[in-house]
């Protein structure tokens, strides 16, 4: 098998569910059949998957779309007048993703790029030009290849959170 990368299209595999993944949660049974493309990799072998929300089940893809619809009107209705009427009706929509993290033994490749429809598509296109801030760097010669982002865990979280509420308590 052609080893994974960012950007790859892939379908999880349909499997049983075993005790090392109700430990990792990694894998559940309602992940078999997905599709979607590789957001990230990490180097404990988990795999951030950007699903494809067509391979979900119409009651999954029914509950998304409904939340994103409520995210979207919660957004609009926190911004002012103002702000509110100087946004283009492609501004105002707003498409959040679908991510699950998966072991990148459980995906298999699947042909024809990425799966997504070209309505979601442009949305992550748009989103994703928009999340780019500053110039861009040249790569660092001492570094061969880039290094892979580090999964935190729960411990880090809470630590990192614990560390945010008290800068919170400092301001006040």
């Known amino acids: ?5 960012v950007g790859d299209a892939v379908q999880i595999k349909t499997r049983e569910v075993t005790n090392d993944d109700i430990k990792s949660s990694l894998y559940f049974s309602y992940f078999g059949g997905l599709q979607g493309a590789i957001d990230r990799i990490y180097d404990d072998g988990s795999v951030c998957v950007d699903v494809d929300l ?3 089940t119409q009651d999954a893809r029914d509950r998304h779309l409904e939340t994103q619809e409520a995210e979207r009107k919660r957004w609009l209705e926190g911004l002012s007048g103002e702000a509110r009427n100087r946004l283009s009706e492609d501004q105002k929509k707003l498409a959040i993703s679908y991510k699950i993290l998966v072991s990148k033994k459980d995906l298999e490749p699947t042909k024809g790029g990425k799966p997504k429809s070209a ?3 442009k949305a992550s296109d748009d989103s994703s ?6 110039p861009a760097r040249a790569p ?3 570094k061969s290849e880039p290094e892979s982002p580090k999964r935190l865990s729960e411990a880090d979280l809470a630590a990192n959170e614990e560390e945010f509420l008290r800068s919170l308590q400092n301001r006040s």
Do not use: H, T, V
Not at 1 to 5: N, R, V
Not at 129 to 134: C, D, I, K, P, T
């Open 54 to 56: 067509d391979s979900l």
């Open 140 to 142: 660092d010669p001492d």
């Open 129 to 134: 030009s928009a999340a780019s801030s500053g």
């Open 1 to 5: 098998m052609a080893e994974l990368k």
């Open 119 to 121: 309505k979601s598509q």
